[in-house]
Structures are given as C-alpha cells and as structure tokens.
C-alpha cells in the first residue's frame, strides 16, 4: 500500500486546496507539508460536521467545510460554487483540486478560463466519477 496522494505541489507563497471526502488524506499530507511562509485555503466537502477530520491547524492555513447534508456525493456541486465566491486575485497562487469528476471539470475550467491560472499554476484531478466502478473514471489537468 501506499500513502496518501496529493501530487508534487510547488513552493509558493499561496496555495488553494480544493476537494471531497476522497481527497482529505492527500490535503491532510499537503498541509502537514507546509512551510509557515506559505498561506493555505482549503475547501472541503463533506457530508456533515461528523465527517470532518482532524487537519493540521495553524495561523497561515484556513479550511473551510462545505457540507452535502445527505445529498449524493458528487452532485452538490458545493466546490464549484464557493471558488466562484471566492477572492483569486492572490500572487503566486497555485491550485490543487481532487474531487469527482462532473466537478473537476467545473473546476479547471473556473480555473483555467474565469481565473486565467496558468497550467503550470494549478492541478485538477478528477478521483472519481459518478456511477462508474474501478479506477479508471478518474481525469487529471
């Protein structure tokens, strides 16, 4: 077995960590990872409250939880709706997102074409998608 994925993300100065239940392992491994002189903003579906995990927790990192309240994982559409809210105007800003696929689409695309973020600046994957078994319903950038 392995560890949690996650991918090789960069030094920068600001990080946004976007993803479902699937993805917490990787953000924890990602946070538990940073320099304090990088500032992180993670967005994190989840069912509910109960389902939230222990994330390391200091002054430069935020998480924010955006819960599904029994909905279907995957049809919310919660991670897409709070990047449109959210400020992107940061510099050095570098993207990573892992979530299901109808909204790793929505994603890069809030990414690429509503932000301008360069491909080199960000990582969208898709780590599951809905209504497909086995491991290959999965997308990347």
């Not at 924890?28 to 990088?38: A, D, F, H, K, Q």
């Not at 049809?75 to 997102?97: F, I, K, M, Q």
């Amino acid at each position: 077995m392995i560890g949690p994925g996650g991918g090789g993300v960069p030094e920068t100065e600001n990080l946004l960590l976007v993803g479902d239940d699937t993805a917490l392992p990787a953000i924890g491994r990602i946070l538990e990872g940073l320099p304090p002189s990088t500032h992180a903003e993670a967005l994190v579906e989840v069912d509910g409250p109960e389902d939230r995990i222990a994330l390391t927790q200091r002054d430069n990192i935020a998480v924010r939880w955006l819960y599904r309240h029994g909905r279907d994982a995957g049809t919310a559409g919660l991670l897409p709706a709070a990047l449109r809210e959210r400020n992107h105007a940061a510099d050095d800003l570098y993207v990573w997102a892992g979530c299901e696929f109808a909204d790793f689409r929505e994603i890069r695309r809030i990414v690429r074409k509503e932000w301008g973020v360069a491909r080199d600046r960000h990582l969208v994957t898709a780590y599951w998608r809905r209504g497909a078994q086995g491991e290959d319903g999965g997308g990347e950038e």
